[in-house]
């Protein structure tokens, strides 16, 4: 290796002014450093967004209490008559009158509507005629009867006149015979003139019963002619009674279907009558449901701010298929009576299922809309924190809380919507009104 030519002092300048650049260049990255760091802090403290500082002037706030909740399956449903009579004709003719309205309430026998049928009349004046002359055709022969009946018994009467003659006769010449008076010729004549008036007097009386038979023949031909003609009539008269079509029951007229040519046939449908003194409710449930009640099951039926109490009466043993899936029907019988309630009517019924004692609960408010039922604010002194919920069971004006708070903390219930993306707010304790 070759030597260094230079001098020893002048290489320990070389190395002093070395060292002294190696440290000017230090302290300049340092200093560099140093500023950018500072610039960088304040940029980022002037462009740093601000924390929001919200305060709150006034409000509801309400404590965290606790109570009984009823667990319930609310199903929409339908108000349905128990029993339901379809109005018709019992007979064919012109409807003529109408006598009520639908919705019109109606006592069982009341008229409905008036009908006229010109054949149903025919038919009535016919029977008349029928009878009138069947009636007629029976006196003529009881008047005939009752002659052949005299002469045939005036017979009878002279047979028996001339059979005494003859027996008086024929004792006489027994008496004559006896003395010798007589020969027994003369005898035996007489005793053929009783023969003959014993004969005659026997077939005057076969005749008469003979007669009196056949009379009694011709008697019934004729009552029973009489008796058809009376059936007859009394069908006419019937079918002109029904020209009145009345109420099979009391009730309410649901429907009115009446023909535009206003004819009617026999047994055709005019309309329907339902008894709303006995009225159920039909509900549509899902089959998953039914297990959670039975029959008996207490039910709450709301229609409006109307609120009414029923009980289970009847599940359905099958679904039946439906646009919206399978459905169970479910009956519910009413405790009450609910004539005033128009039937097929929408329903909304709540079924008891389950009675959850002492949850925790608050009132209801406009927390629950502003807060998306997700979160509330606690009150913490002058301040209230945000903090996660969760609600349960709606009873009336009352939420339950499964989760989140403790019995006895303040919570505002008023609106969030001013400040619900802030975790925590300020309070003026002056300002919050106690429900």
Not at 178 to 191: F, N, T, W
């Amino acid at each position: 290796m070759q030597k260094s030519i230079l001098p020893e002092r002048l290489r320990e300048q070389q190395k002093k002014r070395r060292k002294t650049d190696s440290n000017r260049q230090l302290s300049l990255i340092i200093f560099t450093a140093l500023a950018i760091g500072l610039i960088a802090y304040g940029a980022y403290y002037f462009f740093l967004p601000k924390q929001e500082k919200f305060v709150l002037g006034f409000y509801t706030y309400a404590q965290v209490d606790t109570r009984d909740f009823l667990e319930t399956l609310s199903v929409q449903g339908t108000v349905v008559p128990k029993n339901v009579e379809i109005i018709s004709a019992k007979i064919g003719g012109t409807l003529e009158e109408i006598l009520v309205e639908e919705g019109q309430d109606v006592a069982q026998g009341d008229p409905l509507f008036r009908l006229y049928s010109a054949e149903v009349v025919a038919e009535k004046n016919a029977a008349e005629t029928e009878l009138g002359e069947a009636r007629a055709k029976l006196a003529q022969l009881e008047m005939d009867q009752e002659i052949e009946l005299a002469a045939e018994r005036m017979k009878i009467l002279n047979a028996r006149e001339q059979l005494a003659a003859a027996e008086e006769q024929l004792k006489l010449q027994e008496i004559l015979f006896e003395y010798g008076s007589i020969a027994k010729v003369d005898l035996e004549k007489a005793e053929q003139s009783v023969d003959a008036a014993e004969r005659l007097l026997a077939q005057s009386e076969r005749e008469l019963e003979l007669l009196t038979r056949r009379h009694e023949a011709n008697r019934a031909a004729a009552e029973k002619a009489i008796a058809i003609a009376e059936e007859k009539l009394a069908k006419a008269l019937e079918n002109m009674e029904h020209f009145t079509v009345t109420a099979p029951s009391s009730g309410r007229i649901l429907s009115l279907k009446i023909p535009s040519n206003r004819i009617v046939t026999a047994h055709q449908e005019l309309g329907t009558l339902a008894d709303l003194t006995e009225q159920v409710a039909e509900l549509n449930v899902a089959p998953g449901q039914t297990e959670r009640f039975g029959l008996g099951s207490p039910v709450t039926i709301s229609l409006g701010q109307s609120e009414y109490s029923g009980v289970v009466a009847f599940v359905a043993p099958r679904a039946e298929q439906g646009t919206d899936g399978s459905r169970v029907l479910v009956r519910v019988e009413f405790l009450e009576e609910v004539t005033h309630l128009r039937p097929y009517s929408s329903v909304m019924a709540h079924i008891h299922l389950q009675l959850q004692k002492d949850s925790l609960y608050l009132p209801r408010g406009a927390y629950l809309t502003s807060g998306q039922q997700l979160f509330v604010y606690v009150i913490d002194g002058n301040k209230a924190q945000k903090r996660e919920v969760q609600f349960g069971l709606l009873d009336g004006n009352a939420v339950q809380i499964l989760r989140g708070l403790e019995l006895g903390e303040r919570v505002i219930i008023s609106s969030y919507d001013a400040f619900r993306h802030l975790d925590e707010i300020e309070i003026l304790p002056e300002g919050g009104h106690a429900l």
